[in-house]
């Protein structure tokens, strides 16, 4: 089969590979009928996330059809069209009982690993380092699900893939940021970064009940995007950011900031101890001001701080001390995708929400080498990538 694959910084390519197998009772096979590139894949793209392997085959968000199931999968058979949650979990262990699927116990088979370069481990990832359990990522003709009888969404045969398709990620994690924030209906809601996940979190607070959000952003096409669902918009390029917020919120600060930039901005991906042996500045310098610093700071005291970016490693010089004496609950993590699978399926089905908005780009998969850096330096006011395989 055909695939994209990860052969080190700023390198991904389309080459042939070997076509996935069952491997254990619980897989599905399934033909990719479109996928997407996400800013997550851009960390693996800069090659900030150590445990990739030259060879390795990216992606996270994918959907298609299920050609062949193991033989102890009961949930799936050939020809059900599902979504993959980038999130695998197997639905015994303590963790997923409770639905912090991205903290499965069992999905990661290489957790042991993880814990020993950063102290953490999370749930088994597609595409997505081998800290994460190295899976085969959804950039391909075909994927292999691991423990598929869990890891599935099944779509409604009237949704198009384009309405389907962010279910996988996206679409949950921005709503997901926007219900840790506890909406209520006289709040002030401030999103850092309209990206994708920024997009779909300024959508799900306006549709959480916030009275104003505004959306943050170096990019007008962005901010653009973030208006027509009804966000004020800040561009720190253009003004500051923190007197605007003051002069938006009566110099109270927003009630509740959301982080949906993360380790583009101010960060280290490996902790401390290990920062040396690597021989390699992972600090990222820049002019800009770091996310999660800035939304601290302005967060209304009792306010909530929701960090759906991604991180790694050790973040320093944050005010954590204003963050305490404030009272800030803070809540993060990567996405229990399949906890809100049905609510988001319900608001697609009545029309209230349809994702699709935010795809700028679709082309074949073996455009995707190209679409990377367009994705990466957001040419041609690119947004969202979907590829599709076969074309
Ligand atoms: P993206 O790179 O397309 O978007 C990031 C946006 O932030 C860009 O529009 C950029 O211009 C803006 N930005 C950068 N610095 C900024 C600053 N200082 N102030 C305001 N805006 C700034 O990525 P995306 O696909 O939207 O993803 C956003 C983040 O969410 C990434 O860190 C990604 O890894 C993460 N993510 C997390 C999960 C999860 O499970 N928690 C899932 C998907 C993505
Ligand atoms: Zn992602
Ligand atoms: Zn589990």
Not at 82 to 90: A, E, G, L, S
Not at 168 to 174: F, K, V, W
């Amino acid at each position: 089969m055909k695939a994209l694959v990860w052969h080190g910084k700023q390198d991904i390519r389309y080459e042939t590979m070997p076509d996935p197998e069952i491997e254990d009772g619980r897989d599905a096979i399934i033909k990719v009928t479109s996928c997407a590139i996400c800013g997550s894949d851009l960390h693996l793209f800069h090659n900030l996330m150590p445990g990739m392997k030259p060879g390795d085959i990216v992606g996270h968000e994918t959907m298609g059809e299920v050609v062949e199931v193991g033989k102890n999968n009961k949930a799936l058979k050939p020809g059900d069209r599902i979504v993959v949650p980038f999130t695998i979990w197997c639905g015994e262990c303590d963790q997923c009982r409770r639905g912090n699927y991205s903290v499965c116990e069992r999905s990661n088979r290489n957790a042991k690993v993880a814990e020993l370069v950063f102290g953490h481990a999370t749930a088994g990832l597609f595409g997505y380092t081998h800290l994460t359990g190295g899976y085969s990522g959804g950039q391909a003709e075909y994927l292999r699900v691991p423990m598929a009888d869990t890891t599935h969404i099944k779509v409604p045969d009237h949704f198009t893939d384009e309405q389907a398709l962010f279910l996988s990620d996206i679409l949950p994690t921005g709503w997901q940021a926007a219900v840790y924030c506890d909406i209520e209906p006289d709040d002030t809601v401030a999103i850092w970064g309209a990206g994708p996940v920024g997009q779909m979190a300024i959508r799900s607070a306006v549709l959480l009940g916030a009275r104003q959000v505004i959306a943050i952003d170096f990019l007008p096409e962005r901010l653009s995007m973030a208006a027509a669902a009804g966000a004020v918009t800040i561009n720190p390029a253009e003004e500051s950011v923190k007197d605007r917020l003051n002069e938006l919120t009566h110099n109270k600060g927003p009630d509740k900031c959301i982080d949906a930039v993360g380790m583009e901005s101010h960060s280290q991906i490996l902790p401390e101890h290990l920062y040396d042996r690597t021989k390699q500045s992972l600090m990222m310098e820049t002019d800009r001001p770091h996310t999660l610093r800035e939304a601290m700071l302005m967060v209304r005291p009792g306010g909530v701080l929701s960090v759906p970016g991604v991180y790694g490693g050790v973040v320093d010089k944050l005010p954590f001390g204003a963050a305490m004496n404030k009272g800030v609950t803070i809540r993060t993590g990567q996405t229990h995708v399949n906890r809100w699978t049905d609510e988001l399926i319900e608001l697609i089905d009545e029309g209230v929400l349809d994702p699709s908005f935010v795809i700028t780009h679709t082309e074949p998969l073996a455009k995707g080498p190209e679409m990377y850096p367009t994705f990466e330096s957001r040419k041609d006011n690119c947004i969202k990538v979907v590829l599709k395989p076969g074309q």
